[in-house]
């Protein structure tokens, strides 16, 4: 097996905030981009085989979340302000297109900058979708999640952890929990992700799925079963795939675990899918 590509730290400012992250590997760029209460960890689950393709891949947590600053204000969490930063990070590293790979809440930023700016988009990955086309509007929900904030500012892991209660089936909810834990530890600022959590699920994308009909890049939707993961329904992934123009479906088989949650195994799916859609991508 090849040896890993090393790494290199960067900090990126992006109106405002120190965003940080790392770039492994030459070729093609690729870029990383996670969920809400995520950091870049978060979207290949560790994996280093992109790096070992070949495969420039730089990835950031997001702002408030990780190893990044907090936004200036509380309300400076909008898929806006994400899109910004993300533009900021192609521009820092001397990328002119590069291949998106987004999850949840990072895969709506990558779409919403795809329709913004199709030109810096060689390709999309949108991995467990959420975005409907228009931000949480429901009473019940957009509750739920201030009462997650709630939590983590009051008690920190543990006071979210007592406010996360997911609609999953029993042999499911081990191992969500613990992967839930696992990325609420690695935050340096709890009282920012709190803000973004406040934020993230009542902000705009962009309007509408029709939309996803302008997209000319190739996209992967990496969906999940609602056994295991409801908060992203597969039903979002699927109406995903029959917008976009040039769009891939690819869901674990019934009764397994989430292909999204196998980084190894959804960066083969990537790894395959840019190879067919993109063989002679110069990067």
Known sequence: MPPHPSTAPFDVESHGVTLRGESAGDGPPLVLLHGLT????????????LERRGYRVIAYDARGHGDSAPAPSTEAYEYADMTADLEAILDHAGVDRAVLVGSSMGAATALAFAIARPDRVAALVQSTPAYTGEPHSNAADL?????????????GVE?????????????????????????????????????????VPSSR??????????????TLVVASRDESDPEHPLAVAESYVERLPRAELVVEEPGKSPLAWRGAQVSRAIDAFLGRELPNHPG
Do not use: K, N
């Open 205 to 218: 994308a962009f309007t509408g799925l029709e939309l996803l009909e302008r997209v000319e890049a190739p």
């Open 38 to 49: 995520a950091t870049r960890r978060y979207v290949v689950m560790g994996s280093r085989l």
């Open 143 to 155: 509750a739920g999640w201030e009462s997650l904030a709630d939590g983590l500012e009051r008690a």
């Open 159 to 199: 006071g979210f952890m007592s406010a996360y209660s997911p609609s999953v089936e029993d042999r499911w909810r081990e191992p969500l929990l613990r992967l839930t834990r696992q990325r609420l530890e690695r935050h340096r600022h709890p009282e920012a992700l709190a803000d973004a959590i406040r934020v």
